[in-house]
């Protein structure tokens, strides 16, 4: 076998040394610019009788030190396992949002950002037209919780709703946190910027707003979960349909490279980062133990997988490219 390869490349080195005289004969075709960038940035999964589409809204920096806990060697060390170089500047993560259709109804699950916010992201609606859907088209929005890149696609510049016949599905401590002048006032003020948001962006829906004040079944096989910690009214999105199962789990996990070795690694824009801990430690004992699938907000793209051990930490195995739907 080792002959064979040795054979099998002299031969191939061979040929290369003749190929630039072929070539040579060849006219050149018009030279092509590079592209630069990527498709929409769209997937379709199913859940029993739902088809689930994640829609890409853009990418956002994650730093290290936005990272409480983390360790240079330690990263390095994750990194290294998965074949991915470590960086100074740190992590580059997804900003996802997902739309279900359960045949009678279409429920957006976030909407993204503003490429004012950063300026890699604010391609919700764009990559919503690719999927062939409309803004007019989306019956409710649940906000898993309202951070502005989970809700940044909800009003435009003019602050008009841009879901025009959707209402809002959002928790009650969640909505109160946001709207509390109290604790905006006593907020760092490099972070106030995020209440501004909030109210900003769901302004347009104060009077189409269904606020939810513990576990409920809001629709046939839709459950919302809390999931409190890094917001105080953070919801997990329980889907289950002929059998099978997905929990969006929002924003859970951010860091899906480091935090599955890491999970008790938290995140600056953590509200409760005992609590985010906590709620992160139970979710994912609970999607292995149970063998519930998962999707999330920050999971590499398109987001949909399943947890497994890995020792005493954890691993994200994504889901094969699904050819039929």
Not at 32 to 41: R, S
């Amino acid at each position: 076998m080792e002959h064979s390869r040795r054979s099998f490349f002299k031969l191939g080195a061979a040929a290369g040394l003749a190929a630039p005289a072929l070539l040579s004969v060849r006219p050149s075709l018009a030279a092509a610019p590079k592209a630069g960038t990527q498709v929409p940035g769209l997937y379709r999964h199913s859940v029993g009788d739902f088809e689930v589409t994640a829609i890409l809204d853009g990418a956002l920096p994650v730093a290290p030190g936005l990272i409480v806990g983390y360790d240079e060697d330690q990263a390095a060390s994750a990194l290294k396992r998965q074949h991915l170089p470590a960086s100074p500047e740190g992590q580059v993560i997804p900003v996802i949002g997902y739309l279900v259709n359960t045949r009678d109804r279409l429920i957006a699950i976030d909407n993204g950002s503003t490429d004012s916010f950063v300026e890699t992201l604010g391609n919700y609606h764009s990559v919503l037209d690719s999927a062939g859907y409309s803004a007019d088209q989306i019956d409710h929005v649940i906000a898993t919780h309202l951070h502005v890149d989970h809700i940044g696609g909800m009003a435009d510049a003019r602050g008009s709703a841009r879901f025009k016949n959707a209402d809002l599905i959002v928790s009650t401590a969640e909505w109160d946190f946001w709207h509390n002048d109290t604790i905006r006032s006593q907020t760092p003020e490099g972070f106030q910027f995020l209440f501004d948001a909030a109210r900003s962006q769901t302004a347009p829906y104060k009077d189409k707003l269904k606020l939810i004040e513990k576990d409920e079944e809001v629709f046939p096989g839709i459950q919302l979960v809390a999931l409190p910690g890094h917001t105080p009214g953070h919801l997990g999105v329980h889907l289950h349909s002929q059998g099978q199962q997905l929990l969006i789990w929002g924003d859970v996990v951010h860091a899906t490279k480091l935090q599955m070795d890491h999970p008790d690694w938290t995140i600056a824009f953590d509200v409760d980062a005992d609590m985010a801990r906590a709620t992160r430690m139970r979710v994912l004992d609970m999607v292995v133990a149970d063998d519930i699938s998962v999707a999330g907000m920050h999971l590499d793209f398109p987001g949909f997988g399943h947890i497994s051990r890995n020792g005493s930490a954890y691993r994200f195995d994504p889901v094969a490219w699904d050819y039929g739907i």
